[in-house]
């Protein structure tokens, strides 16, 4: 006995047919995009676990020994490196000491008059009409033009014959001119990197507001003029909160460069007058580079990690302090 098939579903079985080939040459072309994917990306992957995590291991392991780096073989001693660090030593704590206080100042001040600075700034540069992109441009050239050049044209400036005194001078403000320079007197030396720092981390922060505050619906600033709400009542109250997290990131970019960053403190006052403006990162590079051949490269790596957990600990505290408001 023969059963037709009816018309339609013969033509229904042959487009399943059709449709089941199709979408196997789909998974296996998308197979083959994978394979070639991860063939690309295999050697950044092999990269970096050479690089950085073998490196990052072997960090660790460098914590616990007694080594300057050329000797054919090290002293394990296990914890001591960081116990001499904190308190044990009598030699090694308390420039860490003093250099933790001066980061403690940095991380502070810094990140504080960036978002003091920079929030303003960008309402400014926000509400501008002409000029938009000349006056951006300007206000970034700070951040792409940092570096070694910058931070002796810094020095430069803040020599006792610079400019800066030399202005004050003919302000008729000769009584607030630093006849040492700015950087040879102990108690502005640390402000003054301070100020340079911000200097330098103001731009990108502005940038940031800016990018955030062009994301914000102009109908809640609006609803709150109406209401009455002045010009600052309406940026604090409505405007600030939306850009809590833009803050957040702000505030953790300057804590990174607190705890680890140390070039301009190297380049401009290498830590004096007197180890006044030495800080963690630079106290990490002296124990590192500057010892003389001492064993102290163990010390370095032990405060490196030190930092490290400082700054995970920063960056957790600020992520639930975010969450939580």
């Given at each position: 006995?023969?059963?037709?098939?009816?018309?339609?579903?013969?033509?229904?079985?042959?487009?399943?047919?059709?449709?089941?080939?199709?979408?196997?040459?789909?998974?296996?072309?998308?197979?083959?995009?994978?394979?070639?994917?991860?063939?690309?990306?295999?050697?950044?992957?092999?990269?970096?676990?050479?690089?950085?995590?073998?490196?990052?291991?072997?960090?660790?392991?460098?914590?616990?020994?007694?080594?300057?780096?050329?000797?054919?073989?090290?002293?394990?001693?296990?914890?001591?490196?960081?116990?001499?660090?904190?308190?044990?030593?009598?030699?090694?704590?308390?420039?860490?000491?003093?250099?933790?206080?001066?980061?403690?100042?940095?991380?502070?001040?810094?990140?504080?008059?960036?978002?003091?600075?920079?929030?303003?700034?960008?309402?400014?540069?926000?509400?501008?009409?002409?000029?938009?992109?000349?006056?951006?441009?300007?206000?970034?050239?700070?951040?792409?033009?940092?570096?070694?050049?910058?931070?002796?044209?810094?020095?430069?400036?803040?020599?006792?014959?610079?400019?800066?005194?030399?202005?004050?001078?003919?302000?008729?403000?000769?009584?607030?001119?630093?006849?040492?320079?700015?950087?040879?007197?102990?108690?502005?030396?640390?402000?003054?990197?301070?100020?340079?720092?911000?200097?330098?981390?103001?731009?990108?922060?502005?940038?940031?507001?800016?990018?955030?505050?062009?994301?914000?619906?102009?109908?809640?600033?609006?609803?709150?003029?109406?209401?009455?709400?002045?010009?600052?009542?309406?940026?604090?109250?409505?405007?600030?909160?939306?850009?809590?997290g833009i803050t957040a990131v702000i505030v953790l970019l300057n804590l990174r460069d607190a705890l680890q960053g140390f070039q301009i403190f190297l380049i401009m006052t290498d830590?004096?007058?007197?180890?006044?403006?030495?800080?963690?990162?630079?106290?990490?590079?002296?124990?590192?580079f500057q010892s003389e051949l001492a064993p102290t490269l163990g010390l370095a790596s032990a405060l490196g990690w030190m930092l490290f957990l400082a700054a995970l600990v920063v960056?957790?505290?600020?992520?639930?302090?975010?969450?939580?408001?």
């Amino acid at each position: 006995m023969t059963t037709d098939v009816p018309p339609s579903l013969g033509a229904v079985t042959v487009t399943r047919g059709r449709a089941g080939r199709g979408s196997g040459r789909r998974r296996r072309y998308q197979g083959r995009e994978v394979a070639w994917a991860y063939a690309f990306v295999a050697p950044a992957i092999v990269l970096f676990a050479v690089m950085g995590v073998y490196t990052l291991f072997w960090g660790l392991q460098l914590s616990f020994v007694r080594w300057n780096g050329l000797t054919p073989t090290w002293i394990w001693v296990g914890v001591q490196n960081y116990l001499d660090l904190l308190w044990a030593s009598p030699v090694f704590s308390p420039p860490v000491r003093a250099a933790a206080t001066n980061t403690v100042w940095v991380m502070i001040a810094a990140p504080l008059l960036t978002v003091v600075i920079s929030f303003p700034l960008a309402l400014a540069l926000n509400r501008a009409r002409r000029f938009v992109g000349l006056l951006r441009s300007v206000y970034f050239v700070p951040y792409i033009t940092t570096g070694i050049a910058v931070y002796l044209a810094w020095q430069y400036v803040l020599e006792p014959n610079g400019a800066i005194n030399t202005l004050l001078g003919a302000l008729g403000l000769g009584s607030l001119a630093q006849p040492q320079g700015w950087l040879g007197n102990p108690d502005t030396a640390l402000p003054t990197l301070i100020v340079i720092m911000v200097w330098s981390a103001v731009p990108v922060a502005t940038l940031l507001y800016l990018t955030g505050l062009q994301t914000i619906d102009p109908a809640l600033t609006e609803a709150a003029q109406i209401d009455g709400a002045g010009w600052w009542r309406v940026n604090l109250s409505v405007v600030w909160p939306l850009l809590r997290g833009i803050t957040a990131v702000i505030v953790l970019l300057n804590l990174r460069d607190a705890l680890q960053g140390f070039q301009i403190f190297l380049i401009m006052t290498d830590g004096g007058p007197g180890d006044h403006t030495n800080v963690l990162g630079l106290q990490t590079y002296r124990l590192a580079f500057q010892s003389e051949l001492a064993p102290t490269l163990g010390l370095a790596s032990a405060l490196g990690w030190m930092l490290f957990l400082a700054a995970l600990v920063v960056a957790f505290v600020n992520l639930r302090v975010t969450r939580e408001r």
